[in-house]
């Protein structure tokens, strides 16, 4: 899979180096006494969810797909929408939510339609900026299936900025990533869009 927009993981070592003792630290250093009931097991609950949160690390594209792909002559685009995902903003360790819509037109081979979500968790469940997470997935399809071309949309809102800073709740940010015919021919490029922005049912 090509590499040079993805993020590289830490080392196997130091994903698995114990740091429930440095959340205990954190803790006491915001002024909490973390000897209380509440908080006496939360450093290594803390930890479990992150190693959790973060399972993309331990995930690979090849293993997410597995051996779905399939020989099909369907040349017409193919979209999975509203994938919910969720990530952890890599600026402030803060989640960020929302939904990806991810289109490919063939050429030659399709994708099971739950490997389109998987390929978005590899990714989301990654210290992220939203921005690269994008083009993360449209580059990790178009090196599984060589299509056509690749368009992938990206809505999530961001809890760094809803939680903190401006403070605005109503907030989201899009991305996009465009590859091959959905970046070089606009009729694609406006029909995707199209269906990416398009209205959803009881909304």
């Known amino acids: 899979m090509s590499t040079t927009k ?39 609950r803390v930890e479990s969810s992150l190693r959790w949160l973060t399972q993309g690390y331990r995930m690979t594209v090849a293993d997410a797909v597995g051996d779905a792909v399939f020989e099909e002559t369907h040349q017409s685009m193919i979209m999975v929408r509203d994938i919910e995902l969720y990530s952890m903003c890599e600026h402030h360790l803060l989640p960020f939510f929302g939904r990806a819509h991810v289109a490919y037109v063939p050429d030659g081979k399709i994708l099971g339609l739950s490997k389109v979500a998987r390929i978005v968790d590899v990714f989301a469940r990654r210290l992220q900026v939203q921005e690269r997470m994008t083009d ?33 709740q109503n907030s989201r940010t899009v991305t996009s990533a465009l590859r091959g015919i959905f970046r070089d021919d606009s009729k694609t490029r406006v029909e995707f869009l199209r269906l990416a922005h398009g209205g959803r049912a009881n909304e």
């Open 6 to 44: 993805a993020h590289k993981p830490p080392a196997e070592a130091a994903r698995e180096e114990p740091f429930a003792g440095k959340v205990r630290e954190i803790l006491v250093a915001l002024g909490e006494d973390v000897g209380r009931e509440g908080l006496v097991k939360t450093p290594e």
């Open 136 to 168: 993360q997935i449209a580059d990790a399809v178009m090196d599984v299936l060589q299509p056509t071309g690749v368009g992938v949309v990206i809505e999530a809102a961001h809890f760094c900025m809803m939680m903190r800073g401006v403070e605005k």
